[in-house]
């Protein structure tokens, strides 16, 4: 509570309107799909990879000024925001390259 | 004396005990940061789950955007734009949520509070939105077919998804009528039973040559689902067990049933957290206006709610990109 009575409403809705624009992009994007985006990149699309960097920026946005990480101590937003990062990329990982596993042995068992 | 003083005198009877603050916050706002950080496990334990099912059937499973394509009030098709009007509603009860903690570190009780009203305001808009698009889920668009295999067939006319209704005009002749507590056998009810038999299906595809049969199965250079010519959508109406209404944690005519499970689970636990999330804006609203933090000397009770609310939007965006976007 570093800056505790100076008011941010200033800021509050110009990280507003930056979610807004961020989330704007992205539902343009859902919507037209452009094939050069969309059907090559690698591992997945690069549409894909856009809305998952956006999100992460969203994600940012909202930790940082909404949450106010920014204010807080440093290793107190440390202890938090490392924790989460590391346990949930260790776990995506892993449950993504079993999925991609499962996918490789079970395909060719189907029949379309 | 003073050595044997463990809590300093003037901090005692604050209910968290006063005394040394740990990272210079309060024992609250830290215990809440902690649930937050052990809560966005637990979603990104689903959504993770939800990954692993989607890159097991990567080849099969539904496209986001064919599914959820409906806004209230109008007809046609609007991929995206609902959730994402469900996003900024939920994006903008944050902003005055924030806008509720700010006043409340100014000390202006009037502020906070309409602030927080609106904020409730908007968790209600977003959780009634989210039952509408349940409601639409489960009641389906198009209805479909299911094999005996589990594969679900869709059909298609010029390219186009199109519904049962629209090209089954033949009578029902299999006499199956719905089975309730005052016909059923031992006053036993069933499930809803489709509007449609197997049979008047497949002599509406037989009849009209112009429909066509796409199966689940995406082609991997176009990312669309394969429509079967005629004659290898005969082949596979053969295999047909049941017709497929709208979706549940059984079948769901958008494809893989797994599908609708992790939307159902998934966005259900969301909106559960939602749900509470409003219950102790209420509270706290309340609390507010009878001026408890204005005697206490901090509105941080404010703070602590706001970063629960701040959380449930969080995930939000996440749920809204895995779900529907990626």
Known sequence: ?112 | MEANTAVPMEEKGKWDGGGPKPFASSYGKMMMWFFILSDALTFSGFLAAYGLTRFKFIDSWPIADEVFTHVPFVHGEFPMIYVAIMTFILIFSSVTMVLAVDAGHQMKKSKVTWYMFITIIGGIVFVGSQAWEWNTFINGTYGAVKTTEGKVLQFVKNGKQIALADFVTEPRTDGRIQHTRKNGLWFESEGAIPNYSVAQVLQAYNANSDIQVRSEYIDSGEKQKTILSREEGSASLLQVKNVVEGANLQANEYGKTSFSNFFFFITGFHGFHVVSGIIINIIIFFNVILGIYEKRGNYEMVEKVGLYWHFVDLVWVFVFTFFYLV
């Open chain 1, 1 to 112: 509570m570093a800056q505790a009575h100076v008011s941010n409403t200033k800021r509050i809705w110009i990280v507003f309107g930056i979610l807004s624009v961020i989330t704007l992009v992205e539902v343009y994007l859902g919507i037209i799909k452009p094939d050069a985006l969309h059907l090559s990149g690698p591992g997945t699309s690069w549409l894909n990879w856009i809305f998952i960097i956006l999100t992460l920026g969203k994600a940012y946005g909202i930790a940082w000024v909404f949450m106010h990480l920014e204010g807080e101590n440093k290793w107190f937003r440390r202890a938090i925001v490392w924790s989460g990062v590391f346990l949930v990329s260790y776990l995506v990982t892993l449950l993504l390259i079993e999925g991609g596993y499962i996918s490789d042995i079970l395909s060719p068992l189907v029949r379309w």
